[in-house]
């Protein structure tokens, strides 16, 4: 379900007050004056979407038309590598934006599937109503620059960590380089092959590694399947993490 906030302006549920909360609870309209508010709230048609466990929000490959928060609930950010080599599964709950990344540069394609976990409800902006808002509003157009920012200076200092030689670091560091956050419940689908060629190890080896993770309380092995219930307790003992 989309509605514009024209159309649930007399609802109960997303009064004025109620709504001029809602978008100063989301990072790219807090700092906004005001009169600028009742602006955007007059004049832009805003998306409310509301999904319940299992729908998909947006699939991996699909082209990425609007920008995409999260307000309340519990999502599923599935990661698939080519020729389904592997998958990486993790649980994240709201607030968050969804790959916002996705709607400027070269490749305007979602790169993860999202799925709802619980009831979730989302707000959705317009690609042109994104475009609208930063041309005519500074607070909107910096808080959007940070956040794409922030989000870029993040990737890049995953890929200037120094590289480890302990297995522990090499599995977290090839679970979090694959992640959109570095912490919480992630699940990794891969068979044990492919996983010896990602981490250039044996299987032997590699069979006994995981199992001390195992031990430690740090992973749970199922075939095929690898649930990491803290990601960051996984971490702990990476260097310059």
Known sequence: MVLSIHTIQDSSLMTTPATH????????????????????VAQTKLGFEKYDFPQVIHQQGQRCEKLTYLMSGKI?????????KYAIIEDISAPCFIEPERLFGIDNKWSRTVSALSSCNVLTLDKNEVLRLTAGYTVFRLNLLNIISTMAQRAKQNVLMSQ?????????????????VPYGTKHLRINRKNLTEELNQGLQTLTADLYELQAQGLINIRRGDYHIPDLEKLREAEPNK
Not at 21 to 40: C, N, R
Not at 164 to 180: H, K, N, P, V, Y
Request: charged share 25%; proline share 2%; glycine share 2%.
């Open 21 to 40: 909360d809602m978008l100063l609870s989301t990072p790219v309209f807090q700092g906004m004056a005001e009169k600028d508010l009742q602006e955007i």
């Open 164 to 180: 480890s030689l302990d297995f522990r670091q090499r599995f977290a560091r090839f679970i979090t380089e694959r992640c959109t």
């Open 76 to 84: 599923a950010v599935t990661t698939t590598a080519s020729k389904n």
